[in-house]
């Protein structure tokens, strides 16, 4: 049994037990704090809800079925000027949610790369990387985010003298246009071939270990997942006639139509982001590795195990239990900053519902809250998915 | 814990800390300025002179009424604001008054409880694009990329203009004319369009003015004119009667020059109310007697703030077209002082 300060065993009950017992007296706290808070928040959303009545403001979320009457540059969805507000606040979202999820996995990529290159032995190299690192994370990300905004605008010249750097590739300064696949009739064999391919990959690999797991005798698995991985898709692609043609930007009038755009607001916002946040992660991931004592490495060599093998079967495992945690707040960072996407006209959460609706409208705070809860739902998600991964690659006991 | 308590106090603080209450006069006495809202740099409208003090003919509303108010056209600060920022700043309480290229309509009076004083320029939308790219129409737009500043009447008119002819377009948002202007320069739009009065600024301070073309049509209203919040109706006369007073003074041929000397009293009543050498006029406005030979004295009466700021004689060269007073077959027109 827990004996608590202040109360003997097997005494009476009084009334100042309850300040003098630390459990009780931390929950009277406790209490009392949630009731202030409470209080306060009452208070706060009342003396809003009196102010905006005294202005004669009126509240409500009923303009999110109002035609939003503005338009949208660059949508993942059908949308026109008579969409409604909540329609705009979609294609927002969407955007918002194009450039977080492409801006993760480019900031991923590159983080590792350069976070292990700059362990490298290669002087050059290790030296350019920290260059990278020092440079990248010691400005501001907006800064970054207009620089390469102004270096596409300014630098690249206008769609009309649009450079060709390879048939069908067009950059401008009003975006990078490439051909478009249109899938035909018999298209669909294309991706169905890749999904045979992928289980009967991973059935081989399982194969592959077991054989290993008995024998030690070790397939190539890697390299014939590659060579399968590319080569189903363009064999399927011959036996079922081509069934995919491409759409061709060409200059029409003022600009390109056809093909698929790279608008300079997108690719400045994603580039930006991206390299920025990959400086933060090539640090995580160094600091990773770092914090793998070098006796794994010995005694992996000692074992005669391959460095390669060495990094992918005992560094990395150990070091991503580091790496993980840092890295979710990344993710985090990376989908924040996305909101300053109103800095080049990139029409995220921030720019349509945020900041239009919001001024065509008037509904500030109703504006406002869509947003928190918006960006709070976002972030919830990422932290749900990457702690649920962290506790995969967590230590396993045995 | 101790952040708990500070997250409270900082609650608190921003609740607390509500709109400025109805008496905006009293208010701005006791501050000893007129906050005014203006926008970000618009040559002719609001800008900054060489000794770095805003000039312009929305500046001078704003130093007209400060004038008004404390007799000293110089008791007024400036707070810079974009198409997306002025009517939050003016309901919060921020500014006192939005001198702003700011288009009366219905749901910014009726929706955003502001108040409109009354119109200062009469304008509307209209286009400027490159003389090289050969457009002599709006219609010849099909496909263009269009610079524009979002959070204003032009984005809406735009986005209507476009979809009633059946043309598609790439609206490319801006936040306020020097980022359009650059852009514009820059070819990431084929085409800026604003109010025909901003066009014109703007195009006066591009480095070759005539290679640049404003395209004959207009495809909105846009009555330009000051405003308040709603809830003081004191307030919203004294930036009413001032703006009428600039007007009533260019028909009574009350200019800068001569305001003293007609201020000793004339045989015109009307003027001689005015002026305040008959009657109580300012009393009735809680305004000196002869707040409007502050104001003339100041600025000077519409026509010298519009020919000294965007007049055919300035870089902008506007001409007065409808925004001549009525007598001289324009529709500026202010109700009588009496
Ligand atoms: N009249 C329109 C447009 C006002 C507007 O934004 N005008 C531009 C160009 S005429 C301007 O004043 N820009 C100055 C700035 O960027 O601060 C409205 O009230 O919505």
Not at chain 2, 246 to 254: N, V
Request: charged content about 15%; glycine content about 8%; some cysteine.
């Amino acid at each position: 049994m827990t004996v608590h300060p202040g109360v003997e065993p097997g005494s009476t009950f009084r009334l100042s037990d309850i300040w003098t017992n630390e459990r009780s007296r931390s929950l009277v706290i406790q209490i009392a704090a949630l009731v202030v808070l409470l209080a306060t928040l009452g208070w706060i959303i009342n003396n809003t809800v009196q102010n905006l009545e005294n202005l004669g403001v009126e509240t409500g979320y009923g303009f999110l079925g109002h035609p939003a009457s503005y338009d949208i540059n660059q949508r993942l969805i059908d949308y026109t000027s008579r969409s409604t507000h909540a329609r705009a606040a979609l294609v927002g979202f969407l955007n918002t949610v194009l450039v977080a999820v492409t801006g993760i996995i480019f900031a991923t990529l590159l983080g590792f790369m350069v976070g292990i290159l700059r362990l490298s032995n290669n002087w050059l190299v290790s030296r350019l990387m920290t260059a990278y690192i020092e440079f990248t994370r010691n400005v501001p990300v907006l800064l970054h985010i207009l620089l390469w905004y102004g270096i596409v605008v300014h630098v690249l010249p206008h769609p009309r003298q649009a450079i060709e750097p390879v048939s069908g590739l067009f950059l401008s300064n009003r975006g990078f246009y490439l051909p478009r696949p249109i899938f035909e009739d018999f298209a669909w064999v294309i991706p169905a071939s890749l999904i045979v391919t992928l289980v009967g990959l991973f059935l081989f690999a399982r194969h592959a270990r077991r054989v290993q797991e008995r024998t030690g005798r070790i397939y190539p698995v890697l390299s014939i997942s590659l060579a399968a991985i590319v080569a189903a898709p363009v064999i399927a692609y011959f036996a079922s006639g081509s069934p995919v043609s491409l759409d061709w930007p060409a200059l029409k009038g003022f600009n390109y139509q056809g093909g698929i755009a790279l608008k300079p607001e997108f690719f400045a916002l994603w580039f930006a982001l991206s390299i920025y946040t990959a400086a933060f992660i090539a640090e995580i991931v160094r600091s990773g590795i770092v914090a793998v004592s070098h006796g794994q490495t010995e005694a992996a060599f000692s074992l005669g195990i391959k460095p390669g093998w060495t990094m992918r079967l005992v560094i990395i495992p150990q070091a991503l239990r580091v790496i993980v945690p840092p890295l979710i707040s990344q993710y985090l960072n990376l989908t924040k900053n996305s909101s300053l996407a109103i800095a080049v006209g990139y029409m995220d959460l921030t720019a349509t519902i945020g900041r239009i609706s919001l001024n065509q409208t008037g509904r500030a705070l109703e504006c406002m809250s869509i947003l928190l809860t918006i960006y709070l739902l976002i972030s919830l998600t990422i932290s749900a998915f990457m702690n649920w991964y962290n506790r995969r690659i967590r230590l396993v006991e045995r | 814990m101790r952040k708990l308590i500070l997250l409270i106090a900082a609650g608190a603080l921003a609740a607390v800390t509500s709109v400025a209450g109805a008496a905006t006069l009293d208010d701005v006495r006791a501050k000893g300025h007129v906050q005014c809202g203006i926008n970000t740099g618009l040559p002719g409208f609001a800008f900054k002179d060489e000794a770095g003090d805003w000039q312009g003919f929305d500046v001078d509303y704003c130093k007209a009424l400060a004038a008004a108010v404390f007799g000293d056209a110089g008791a007024v600060k400036y707070t810079n604001l974009t198409g997306a920022t002025r009517f939050e700043a003016l309901k919060a309480g921020e500014i006192d008054v939005l001198s702003r290229n700011t288009t009366w309509t219905y749901s910014r009076d009726n929706d955003l409880k502001l108040t409109f004083v009354g119109v200062n320029y009469y304008d509307g939308q209209g286009f400027i694009v490159n003389k090289a790219l050969g457009v002599e129409s709006a219609h010849d737009l099909e496909g263009a990329s269009v610079c524009i500043q979002t959070g204003t009447t032009t984005e809406l008119n735009l986005a209507d203009f476009f979809r009633a002819n059946g043309m598609s377009y790439e609206p490319v948002p801006i936040e306020n004319n020097e980022e359009a202007r650059q852009n514009y320069l820059a070819g990431r739009c084929d085409v800026y369009t604003t109010d025909r009065s901003g066009l014109a600024a703007t195009r006066a301070a591009l480095d070759n003015p005539d290679d640049h073309v404003v395209l004959p049509e207009i495809i909105s209203k846009e009555p330009l004119g000051p405003l308040v919040r709603h809830g003081d109706d004191e307030w919203g006369d004294i930036a009413r009667w001032t703006l009428n007073a600039l007007i009533l003074a260019e028909e009574y041929g009350i200019d800068s020059g001569n305001v003293n000397d007609l201020a000793q009293g004339t045989n015109n009543p009307e003027i001689n109310r005015m002026l305040g050498t008959e009657g109580e006029f300012g009393a009735m406005l809680r305004l000196d007697q002869d707040w409007v030979v502050n104001v003339i004295n100041a600025v000077g009466n519409y026509a010298e703030i519009f020919d000294r700021n965007i007049g055919p004689d300035t870089p902008i060269g506007l001409s007065r077209g409808v925004n001549a007073s009525y007598l001289d077959g324009g529709i500026l027109y202010a109700p009588p002082f009496r």
